[in-house]
């Protein structure tokens, strides 16, 4: 196995709606679904479906409860999920040190 | 659609393996398959899929020829192959900047 950056990239981590998912959660305690949506501009399913994916690999949890009356969805980013995030970045920043300018 | 860095990724070129196959052969006029096959760590059949996509996108062109006796094909990046992989290298800037330290 050779050091190319691409091989250190988690295919869980680095497809590109999970890794804003990732990146946004990473900056608050936790976020609303509906924020994720709009800021990613997804369609719910898609969001949902990406979501399910880093809940499953410990990367997120899911919070769910009531804003008023109406039901809400919070999303946050686990202490593995910050440390997978970390790794990602790492990566890509040696392959935009390696091809850039 | 707001301006967070992963909307600006494409599936095409951001998938790890193709982004490897990019840098890589944005780095030499031509790179033989075997090559490709063992910097990247993958089987043939998986990278000679993931250049099918590309080269089905027009980002790369496929050359067969001989080297000696032994059948080879080579591979070079075309001119739109170099601007997909700025516009990459340029999001994930963005997104590295934005997230790191």
Do not use: C
Request: net charge neutral; aromatic share 4%.
């Amino acid at each position: 196995m050779s050091d190319h950056p691409t091989n250190g990239l988690s295919d869980v981590v680095h497809q590109r709606h999970r890794l804003g998912i990732l990146t946004i959660t990473a900056e608050s305690k936790r976020i609303e679904f509906g924020y994720l949506k709009e800021t990613l501009d997804l369609t719910g399913g898609n969001l949902s479906r990406h979501i399910t994916v880093l809940v499953d690999a410990g990367l997120l949890n899911l919070e769910k409860g009531y804003d008023g009356r109406r039901p809400k969805t919070w999303v946050s980013i686990t202490r593995a999920g910050r440390e997978a995030l970390a790794e990602e970045i790492a990566a890509l920043r040696a392959l935009v040190d390696r091809h850039g300018d």
